[in-house]
C-alpha cells in the first residue's frame, strides 16, 4: 500500500483549504468532517499528479474545451474529472499540470480521455499523459491523436 498516515494528513489539509476556500466553513470544522469520511473510507483516496502535453507537431493542436479524465487501474477506476484550473491551459507545446484526489485503483492499466466542443478552437491534438499516484512511480500513456469531440479517447500504460 503506496499511502501512509503522512501523506493522509497533507491530504486532509489540502482538501480542508480547498472545501473552506469554496464554500466558506472553517478549516478546523471541515478537517474534523474531512478527517471522519477519509477514516471510513481507510485508506482508498489517493493522490494522483497528472501531466497533460499537447502536441506541438502540428497547426492548431492546442484546445479551449473542456477536457475530463478517467483513471483505470487493476482495482477499479476513478470517477470522471475534468482537468481544469486558471490559465489557458491545453495550448500546442504546453504541459498542464494537475493534482487529483480519487479512488486508490491499484495498478494502472489505462487512462479516458474526452473533450467536448467549447470554444473557437476546440480541436485537440494530445501528445502524452503521465499519472503518478503520490509515492508510487510514474506511468505513461501515448495518445499523438487528434481526440474526436464527445467521445472517450483510452491509451493503454507502457
Ligand atoms: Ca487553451
Same mark, same amino acid.
Given at each position: ?55 506541438? @507537431? +502540428? ?9 475530463? !479524465?478517467?483513471?483505470? #487501474?487493476? %482495482?477499479? =477506476? ?17 504541459? @498542464? +499540470? ?9 495498478? !494502472?492499466?489505462?487512462? #479516458?480521455? %474526452?473533450? =467536448? ?42
Amino acid at each position: 500500500m503506496i499511502v501512509g498516515p503522512g501523506f493522509r494528513l497533507w491530504a486532509i489539509t489540502l482538501t480542508a483549504l480547498y472545501l473552506s476556500h469554496s464554500i466558506g466553513y472553517k478549516p478546523s470544522r471541515v478537517r474534523e468532517y474531512m478527517l471522519e469520511k477519509i477514516i471510513k473510507r481507510s485508506s482508498k483516496t489517493v493522490l494522483y499528479r497528472v501531466s497533460v502535453t499537447t502536441a506541438d @507537431d +502540428e497547426i492548431g493542436t492546442g484546445t479551449d474545451a473542456d477536457v475530463f !479524465l478517467q483513471i483505470f #487501474g487493476e %482495482k477499479g =477506476n476513478t470517477s470522471v474529472v475534468e482537468l481544469t484550473k486558471s490559465g489557458n491551459l491545453f495550448e500546442s507545446g504546453q504541459k @498542464d +499540470e494537475f493534482t487529483l484526489v480519487e479512488n486508490f485503483v491499484g495498478t !494502472l492499466t489505462k487512462v #479516458g480521455i %474526452k473533450r =467536448n466542443e467549447k470554444g473557437l478552437f476546440d480541436a485537440w491534438k494530445l501528445a502524452m499523459i503521465t499519472v503518478q499516484p503520490v509515492g508510487s512511480l510514474v506511468y505513461k500513456f501515448q495518445f499523438n491523436q487528434w481526440i474526436r469531440p464527445n467521445e472517450w479517447t483510452y491509451s493503454y500504460e507502457g
